[in-house]
């Protein structure tokens, strides 16, 4: 299942592209793309899987730009 959530102080394509890279190698993660420019992550995965996926994208997110955050609603 693919799900599109709006990033949150998201600074520069290069840090997206840093996310991007972190956020693939999870397991379960089937396909990822962030786009800096409409501030979006679209993440494709097993939906039984999308809690846990997403609590460690948060984090990989975070380890690259604090500040930036994933709105999940």
């Given at each position: 299942?693919?799900?599109?959530?709006?990033?949150?102080?998201?600074?520069?394509?290069?840090?997206?592209?840093?996310?991007?890279?972190?956020?693939?190698?999870?397991?379960?993660?089937?396909?990822?793309?962030?786009?800096?420019?409409?501030?979006?992550l679209?993440?494709?995965?097993?939906?039984?899987?999308?809690?846990?996926?997403?609590?460690?994208?948060?984090?990989?997110?975070?380890?690259?730009e604090?500040?930036?955050?994933?709105?999940?609603?």
């Amino acid at each position: 299942m693919k799900k599109i959530f709006r990033m949150e102080n998201l600074d520069c394509a290069n840090c997206a592209a840093k996310m991007e890279t972190a956020i693939a190698k999870l397991d379960g993660v089937e396909s990822v793309n962030i786009s800096f420019i409409t501030q979006k992550l679209i993440v494709e995965a097993d939906e039984a899987d999308f809690p846990k996926i997403m609590k460690a994208a948060q984090k990989c997110v975070r380890k690259v730009e604090p500040d930036c955050k994933i709105i999940l609603n």
